[in-house]
């Protein structure tokens, strides 16, 4: 009778409640394995982390592991000169050592290039061209043919820090590059690559 009771109340059958068991302990471990992870201590253990962080499933990860890193002392500027291409440099070094599959690195690099745009797009929000203490603008160019755009961001972040406006010209066809420089004067056009084989490819009238 109190067996009975048992399995009406829980709705489970004697096979079924050691299987369920097994799952909420399971997921028990991992919460409690998580919450309990030691803090990275050195900079090389940040930047594993934050890789890791990067290629989760979680859209939120990397942003929290982004705000504990910052929780310790280290600037945004720093994140973003410093910690940010060193991250870029090892999503490389797992990709090349099959440590990572394609899709891992392809999604870790494009939240990296996501937090420049942002970054980005909160200082062109604050800032005109007529309110830049140098007055000039940059275009800086990622050709169609180009598959990695996170140098062009960095490198126009390092240029914002000066004072320049930076336009991005990502993907454009050739007329449109044209047309875009014929109606705005830019002081420096510059061209982002990731190899020196890039550079054959070139277009002509740039």
Not at 91 to 99: A, F, P, T
Not at 144 to 155: C, D, M, N, P, R
Request: hydrophobic content about 40%; overall charge neutral; some cysteine.
């Amino acid at each position: 009778m109190g067996e009975s009771s048992d399995r009406k109340g829980s709705g489970l059958s004697k096979t079924q409640q050691p299987a369920i068991r097994f799952l909420v302990e399971s997921a028990l471990r991992t919460v409690i394995s998580n919450t309990t992870r030691s803090a990275p201590r050195t900079r090389e253990e940040w930047i594993q982390r934050l890789c890791e962080a990067l290629m989760s499933d979680s859209e939120s990860s990397y942003r929290a592991a982004i705000a504990s890193l910052m929780a310790t002392g280290v600037s945004s500027e720093e994140i973003f000169q410093s910690y940010i291409p060193a991250v870029s440099a090892y999503l490389g070094e797992l990709w090349v050592s099959d440590r990572a599959s394609f899709v891992d690195v392809t999604v870790g690099a494009s939240r990296l290039q996501g937090l420049f745009r942002d970054k980005g797009g909160q200082a062109s929000a604050q800032w005109s061209d007529r309110s830049i203490p140098l007055g000039q603008s940059v275009l800086m160019v990622v050709p169609q043919y180009e598959q990695h755009a996170l140098g062009a961001f960095v490198a126009a972040d390092n240029l914002r820090q000066h004072g320049l406006w930076v336009h991005m010209a990502i993907g454009l066809t050739r007329e449109e590059l044209a047309e875009l420089s014929g109606t705005r004067r830019f002081a420096m056009i510059g061209i982002s690559v990731a190899t020196r084989n890039s550079v054959e490819k070139k277009p002509s009238n740039l």
